[in-house]
Nanobody, 123 residues
Framework: HVQLVESGGGSVQAGGSLTLSCRVSGGTSGHCMGWFRQAPEKEREGVASLESDGTTKYTDSVKGRFTISRDRAKNTHYLQMNSLKPEDTAVYYC???????????????????WGQGTQVTVS
């Protein structure tokens, strides 16, 4: 059974940086790893994805600021977030997918394993 555990959230001033980590246990990442976020009263939004072949995707609002990566030896994925803005404030979730459709778009319905979420607050 695949389990995901996030860490690294916190509070930061606008323009600052944070790195989120997602440790995967109990199996592999499948076809994709992804990061999603959900702000209060908003729908969950796909932020970034990393496919098994190394292909990455980003939602437009974070392109050039966020970077998704992995350390295979540590079975851990990362989301490096730079130039943070107040609108980046949300609960961030790590997710993994066994669904090949995750390669087409960062959609929560294509991801079947989820972490517990970590709060990121930008002021």
């Amino acid at each position: 059974h695949v389990q995901l555990v996030e860490s690294g959230g916190g509070s930061v001033q606008a323009g600052g940086s944070l790195t989120l980590s997602c440790r995967v246990s109990g199996g592999t990442s499948g076809h994709c790893m992804g990061w999603f976020r959900q702000a209060p009263e908003k729908e969950r939004e796909g932020v970034a994805s990393l496919e098994s072949d190394g292909t990455t995707k980003y939602t437009d609002s974070v392109k050039g600021r966020f970077t998704i990566s992995r350390d295979r030896a540590k079975n851990t994925h990362y989301l490096q977030m730079n130039s943070l803005k107040p609108e980046d404030t949300a609960v961030y979730y790590c997710a993994a997918s066994d669904d090949i459709r995750c390669k087409y778009e960062i959609t929560s319905s294509y991801f079947n394993y989820w972490g517990q979420g970590t709060q990121v607050t930008v002021s």
